[in-house]
Structures are given as structure tokens and as C-alpha cells.
């Protein structure tokens, strides 16, 4: 229901004080003759009662409305009918064909469509969403650094919210949970609570992923479904294929979605698959994405979210550099319940409130000290590591390794016939000379060239294949 035109009146003469440019010809009230009622005066009366309320993004081409904690998208065509509900009260003293021809439908969708781009209303994508300290809540805002919340301001340009607002209280089955899941390792429950607050967060300095795997019944499906519901509009889920590698393109739009998201997840089930390493890198690097939705133009935006992934197995990573060690954390969840509950989430659902208080907790000591990888995990992502690192495997069953032994040498060619020998036969792609070369260079081993029976060879110092019979140089 429209307001009456005394708020209208109180509106209007504020909005002219503010803005006489734009209402120099307007009267205090429609009541009063001479009022404007064109297209562009009914768009100015609805500016005047909607300027702190409304507002059009030209990006998304609809209008948000604020509901006094955030902005919500708006696909009711609020503005429109508003525009419509002036336009019926301005003409009420008019004649009945001047009535008419105010009232059409076409009047309000042309002073609509000027209210659009009115400075009060006119916004883009820019304006929402940009504080990333900043996480809506029912009531009000959250500052992550400090852990107090506050009341909603419009002009932080909010349209998110987590499921509940945070509450220090305790949370007794939560923590039970998280114990038993972890097997009681304290200094795991403490990496994934900060974790869990620097989700909360639209910062992405760690550059990090964290994988919980393990079989299935421990918990790891569990802890990820909470965190997910209780950062509600913060929480993505997106398909694995987003993060795994395919023999075609990706297509953009899988991008688009992640957009504003602080969190994302995914669920891997499948085994033998590997990682798309250059999106993955791409996705945690911090760097802005370029993506768009189906039929629609190509946009820019800066990630905010964070990966979190569960799974049975965890998916091949062909190259295992400097860059994958910093970003790849891996989880194990080993510990199986002996007496699985599976009422537990809907449980958990009570402690929602006090969970998002553990959450910004994390966060507030992961922005005090990090996020404190444990021993657990850094054993588990080593032992991966290992498992993934071909040319490690390569190294130690097919050459004598010795780094730093200079009096080990092996020309190039013949190291790279090896490998490329050893990768095709367990299903890898060998790739150039170069990249193999760099992949020694980071297990210690050292180019040099020798002399060997007069002829000059390029070769690596620091290990010697284990040459079958009838072995030569070639």
C-alpha cells in the first residue's frame, strides 16, 4: 500500500532541498495546482519518497529495494506499480480523459524507466557487497575485525546474509562433533574454526584450498553442509567439474556464478580424476576473473570466495610445483562415529547462532596469527604430494638419486627417454624437455656438461639411471 501524501509532502520538500535542480517546478504537494504530472514529474514524486530506498542497477538491469537490514533484489516490478499508485492519486482531480491517458500502463513504464537513471537511484554491481570485513546478518552487520555487529547502514550496499546472526553461546554439539570427527586433535578443530572465520571473510590473501577427504560416514559432508547453510547467501556450491580437468573448454558461465560468493564447495565422488590445475590456480590466485553469464556480455570480477572441497579420493595433480604447495591443503577425516547419527544436522540447526559466533572466533584469531596449519595436515598434504609427484616416483625407482654427488651424471637425452618412458607407462603425459628440466632443478639436481669417451654430453649432476643390460648412450 502506497503512503499518504502527508509523507509524501514531508519527502518531497526534503528531497528539494537536497536536489533543487531537479524540483525547482515542483509544488509542496500534489494537492497544490500546478502540479507536474508528465512522465518525468511522476518519476521526480517517486524519487522524491524512494531516493533512500530504491535503487536500480544498471548492470543487472533491476531495481533493489532496502528492507531496513539489506538490499533485495527486486522481481516484483515494485517501482513500477508505485510509479502507477502516483500517478492514479496525482490524477484523481483530473478530467476523466486527462485520467485516462495518466493511467495507461505506458505513462508509469516511461516514468519508470526515467526513475531508473536518476542520480538518487542510478547504481552498478560496483556499489553492493564491497566491504569484505563487512558480513549481513538478520538485523544488522558484522565486522569481522573487531567480532562486533551493528546496525544496518543502506550505504554499505549489503544484499547478503548469513543464515542467523551470531551468538555467544556455547555449542556443545557442535564442539562434540568436531571432536569426535577429528579424533580429538585439538590443533586441527583450531585450523578449521580459522578456516571457518576467514570463509566468513571477501579476503583471499591465503591463496588456499582445503580438501577433506576420507571415507565416507566421518564427518567431512557434515562440517561442510554447516558451514554452507550458516553463511546462507555466502555460500556457493558448485559442481566439480567447475575444478577438475575435461577434454573440452569450460564454458564461462560456471565462473559467473562464484561471483560474490565468500565460499565455495564442492562434493568429489569420483576416483581417477584430476585437477584442472590452471583454473585451480587461477581460482585461488587472487587475481580478477573473467567470466559471463549465458547470452550475456563478458564482465570482470574480483573473487572473494575460498574452495572448499570434500571427497572419497582426492583427484590427480599432474604437476606438482612451488605454487600447488602453497595452495593445497588436505584434510583427512579418518575417524569414523561408532554409532553414526544421522539426525545430526538437523541438530546442529539449533546451535546455528552459536556456530557463526565459533566462526567469527576463527576469524578474529586467524587475523591475529594465521591460519596455523597443523601436523595432521601437513603430513597428509606431504604424503599427497608424494603420491602425486610422478617425477619424484620416477627418480627413485628408475635412477641412483644422490643430490649434491657430482661424480653422478647422466646426459639429458638419456634421462629424458627414461622419463618419458616411465610417464607413459603409468597413463602421464612425459611433456618437453624444459619442464622436466625444471622439475629436477626442484629435487637438487644440478645441469652441467662432461666429457664422456670424447664426445661432450648436457646432462644433471646428481643421479645416474639404473641402466639395464645393453644400455648406451645414445
Known amino acids: 500500500m502506497m503512503r499518504d501524501f502527508s509523507e509524501w509532502d514531508a519527502k518531497d520538500r526534503a528531497h528539494r532541498e537536497q536536489h533543487p535542480h531537479d524540483s525547482a517546478e515542483q509544488p509542496a ?24 530506498t530504491m535503487r536500480f542497477d544498471h548492470d543487472r538491469g533491476c531495481w533493489f529495494e532496502w528492507t531496513g537490514d539489506r538490499w533485495r533484489s527486486d522481481n516484483t516490478q515494485l517501482a513500477y506499480s508505485q510509479i502507477r499508485q502516483i500517478a492514479r492519486e496525482l490524477s484523481e482531480a483530473l ?7 495518466i493511467r495507461k500502463a505506458a505513462f508509469a513504464a516511461g516514468a519508470e524507466r526515467l526513475a531508473r537513471s536518476d542520480r538518487a537511484h542510478a547504481v552498478n554491481q560496483t556499489v553492493w557487497d564491497n566491504d ?13 575485525r573487531t567480532g562486533k555487529m551493528s546496525a544496518a547502514n543502506p550505504q554499505d550496499g549489503i544484499t547478503k546474509h548469513a543464515a542467523v546472526a551470531p551468538v555467544a553461546a556455547d555449542c556443545p554439539t557442535w564442539r562434540r562433533f568436531m571432536h569426535e570427527a577429528t579424533g580429538g586433535d585439538a590443533d586441527m578443530i583450531e585450523f578449521l574454526q580459522r578456516w571457518s572465520g576467514y570463509c566468513l571473510t571477501g579476503d583471499t590473501r591465503e591463496h588456499a584450498l582445503i580438501f577433506l577427504y576420507g571415507p565416507g560416514g566421518n564427518g567431512k559432508s557434515v562440517f561442510l553442509n554447516t558451514l554452507t547453510k550458516v553463511m546462507g547467501d ?39 580424476r584430476a585437477w584442472a590445475e590452471a583454473r585451480i590456480k587461477q581460482l585461488t590466485g587472487g587475481d580478477p576473473i573473467t567470466a559471463r553469464f549465458m547470452r550475456r556480455d563478458n564482465f570482470t570480477y574480483q573473487p572473494a570466495f575460498k574452495l572448499t572441497i570434500v571427497g572419497n579420493h ?10 600447488a604447495r602453497r595452495r593445497f591443503n588436505i584434510v583427512p577425516f579418518v575417524v569414523r562415529p561408532e554409532k553414526p547419527d544421522h539426525e545430526l544436522e538437523t541438530k546442529l540447526q539449533a546451535e546455528w547462532p ?11 584469531a586467524w587475523l591475529d596469527s594465521g591460519l596455523k596449519q597443523p601436523e595432521s595436515v601437513r603430513a597428509a598434504t606431504a604424503e599427497y604430494f608424494g603420491q602425486q609427484d610422478l617425477t619424484r616416483q620416477w ?22 627417454r627414461s622419463w618419458s618412458d616411465f610417464a607413459k607407462a603409468n597413463g602421464e603425459d612425459s611433456g618437453t624437455a624444459k619442464a622436466l628440466a625444471t622439475r629436477m632443478r626442484r629435487h637438487g639436481l644440478r645441469q652441467s656438461i662432461r666429457k664422456i669417451a670424447g664426445k661432450t654430453y648436457r646432462g644433471w649432476e646428481g643421479a645416474s639411471i639404473n641402466k639395464p643390460e645393453g644400455w648406451h648412450h645414445d
Request: hydrophobic share 40%; with cysteine; net charge negative.
Open 29 to 52: 504537494s500534489p494537492k497544490h495546482a500546478g502540479t507536474d504530472l508528465s512522465e518525468d514529474g511522476v518519476a521526480l514524486r517517486f524519487t522524491a519518497i524512494a531516493a533512500g
Open 132 to 144: 569484505p570485513w563487512l558480513l549481513g546478518c538478520p538485523g544488522g552487520a558484522v565486522d569481522l
Open 234 to 272: 555466502y555460500a556457493c556450491t558448485a559442481a566439480m567439474d567447475t575444478f577438475t580437468a575435461s577434454h573440452g573448454d569450460k564454458h564461462p558461465t560456471d565462473l559467473a556464478m562464484l561471483r560474490g560468493a565468500r565460499m565455495v564447495s564442492a562434493s568429489e565422488t569420483e576416483e581417477g
Open 354 to 364: 552459536a556456530i557463526l559466533h565459533w566462526m567469527v572466533q576463527g576469524c578474529l
Open 95 to 101: 478530467p476523466p480523459t486527462q485520467k485516462a491517458a
Open 314 to 323: 582426492a583427484p590427480a595433480l599432474a604437476n606438482v610445483d612451488d605454487a
Open 395 to 416: 627418480l627413485e625407482e628408475c635412477t641412483r638419486l644422490e643430490p649434491g654427488n657430482s661424480y653422478l651424471f647422466e646426459a639429458t637425452a638419456d634421462l629424458f
